[in-house]
């Protein structure tokens, strides 16, 4: 009986480690293309956000009007140039969605528009909150992950004008 166990043995283990990278590879892989897709995705996210500050800042100071008035834009152009300029996304320009929403001093809802044709620089001594939503481009997980749906990445920020 133990003779034929020992013929099962096999003594010659040339090929071992190409057959067990053979297994683990596409794990090992998979995880590594994992892990870029989510510092990628972290990165965008901060990159968005810090655009939206930008952005802000300069309606704080009434730089966007400005700008607007200098080089003749519109005001969706200068939010579009403002935070799309920031923002290394392919996908910026077609799938940026801006929202804003104005609110008095007690903090009730004045007005609120998501419409293009619509926005408007902030009046002075408004409380304001500005939105932006940006389809991110899929690299590979994200479709398994979400599917048809884009991973959107999402910032907002509340602000009071200056005077």
């Not at 067990?20 to 794990?27: K, M, R, T």
């Not at 892990?35 to 730089?63: G, P, W």
């Amino acid at each position: 009986m133990l003779s034929r166990i020992r013929s099962f043995i096999v003594r010659d283990k040339d090929g071992v480690a190409a057959i067990e990278f053979g297994l683990l590879a596409p794990a090992f892989f998979a995880l590594m293309v994992a892990i870029f897709e989510i510092c990628y995705f972290v990165y965008m996210s901060t990159a968005t956000q810090r655009a939206v500050e930008k952005a802000v800042f300069d309606l704080r100071t009434n730089h966007a009007a400005t700008v607007v008035q200098q080089r003749n834009l519109t005001v969706e152009q200068w939010y579009r140039e403002a935070i799309c300029g920031r923002v290394n996304l392919s996908t910026c320009q077609e799938t940026l969605e801006i929202t804003i929403e104005y609110y008095d001093q007690d903090m009730n809802q004045s007005w609120s528009t998501s419409d293009p044709d619509q926005l408007t620089l902030a009046p002075r001594e408004m409380v304001m909150r500005v939105e932006a939503a940006v389809d991110m481009p899929s690299i590979l997980f994200t479709d398994l992950l979400f599917g048809d749906q884009a991973a959107s990445l999402n910032s907002g920020i509340t602000f009071m004008t200056e005077p």
